[in-house]
């Protein structure tokens, strides 16, 4: 817990680039929904809401006035999202304030989650694109009033965050932001994902180039470029990354089957070695998706809890709906599904076809696929 007797940051592993700070029951609820989705950001909040989870997913909690903890999120964070009334923002950051060179982001959201407001170092700090992205995950209204917002580019660090998508390394963020904002050419690769990532009522600016194949992006003329895909790109695609981010959309959606009792580390072990013959970015795995017999089932449980993956199961008839190319009598005796990881990933996915259709291995099913571009 944090002391803020002594207003420093508790020795703890804090590794986000953002701070998200609640300091109200309905505050608290809404930051544990948009950090679910949004990486890269520590959670603060009082002990008072605590849920007895904190620990487990790195939550910090404080007692005392929020106003002492702020110092140290200023000298930690490149930016601060504070579910708090705008004018007790004012009035807790005034004393803070060096330069817009140096100052973090501020961006404030109301208790409701209805406004997102750019507080503080719009443009330099980021804290528009901050405000333009916690905007679309909540479904709010982003409020920016500077006059000269007039970019409207692609901010690179924030590229496809609110759909969850993760860098593969911030190595090449700084280069490659200067590029986008220099206008130089840049290609943008999208194997997968969300498209709706463009936010603006005006076409992509010129400089930019997207295509749907790394492949065919290596014969565009670029000087930066921002990739989105699940795959483990080949030795000659990986030149995209001299100047380049790698982002990984959460796009594979993974059915599984198992045994009574087997363990998270077997499950674990067949999905790595799996995703490693596919080529594919475990980074990339949304969800794992099986039957309601295995909603308890605890090497399931853990193995979605350590990685943060979604987990869906479906009731027998919901399976049974889906037609497999090898329904099995002895799954059904068992479950009274003819299949499980394979209609299971169907159902979730909606891909016509599966990248593996059923593998068993030990204890184990597989089944994997890739959900189609949205």
């Not at 002990?47 to 007895?52: A, I, N, R, W, Y």
């Not at 992205?133 to 970019?151: C, F, G, Y």
Request: charged residues 25%.
């Amino acid at each position: 817990m944090i002391s803020l007797q002594e207003s420093m940051i508790p020795d703890v592993q804090v590794d986000g680039d953002y701070a998200l700070v609640a300091i109200t029951k309905h505050g608290v609820e809404l930051a544990r929904k948009l950090r679910a989705t949004f990486q890269h950001a520590d959670l603060y909040y009082m002990s008072k809401f605590g849920k007895g989870d904190e620990s487990e997913k790195q939550i910090q909690l404080f007692e005392g006035s929020v106003r002492l903890l702020l110092p140290s999120l200023f000298q930690r964070y490149k930016g601060i999202i504070l579910i708090i009334s705008l004018g007790a923002v004012v009035r807790m950051i005034a004393p803070l304030l060096k330069d817009k060179k140096v100052d973090p982001a501020v961006v404030v959201i109301d208790d409701k989650g209805e406004n997102v407001i750019s507080v503080l170092s719009g443009h330099i700090g980021g804290a528009n694109e901050l405000t333009r992205e916690v905007a679309a995950l909540l479904q709010a209204h982003p409020v920016i009033t500077t006059a000269s917002d007039v970019q409207k580019t692609i901010p690179v660090d924030l590229f496809g965050k609110r759909f969850g998508w993760v860098w593969e390394s911030a190595e090449n963020l700084t280069p490659v932001s200067a590029s986008v904002v220099n206008e130089e050419r840049v290609v943008i690769v999208q194997e997968s994902g969300e498209r709706s990532w463009w936010n603006y009522d005006h076409p992509l600016p010129a400089h930019f180039t997207y295509t749907c194949s790394a492949r065919e992006a290596l014969n565009e003329d670029f000087q930066a470029a921002l990739v989105v895909t699940h795959r483990i790109l080949s030795e000659d695609e990986e030149v995209l990354l001299h100047n380049g981010v790698l982002y990984r959309p959460k796009t594979i959606a993974l059915g599984i089957g198992c045994n009574r009792g087997t363990t998270k580390e077997e499950i674990e072990a067949v999905i790595e070695k799996t995703l490693d013959e596919l080529r594919f970015s475990i980074k990339s795995v949304k969800a794992i998706c099986t039957i309601d017999l295995k909603k308890d089932e605890q090497g399931l449980i853990e193995l979605v809890n350590q990685h943060g993956w979604e987990f869906v199961y479906y009731t027998p008839e919901q399976l049974n709906e889906v037609e497999i190319n090898e329904p099995s009598d002895t799954v059904f005796k068992y479950t009274g599904a003819y299949g499980v990881s394979e209609p299971a990933v169907r159902l979730y996915s909606g891909a016509k076809s599966l990248e593996v259709e059923k593998k068993k291995s030990g204890n184990v099913t597989i089944s994997v696929a890739v959900i189609p571009f949205s």
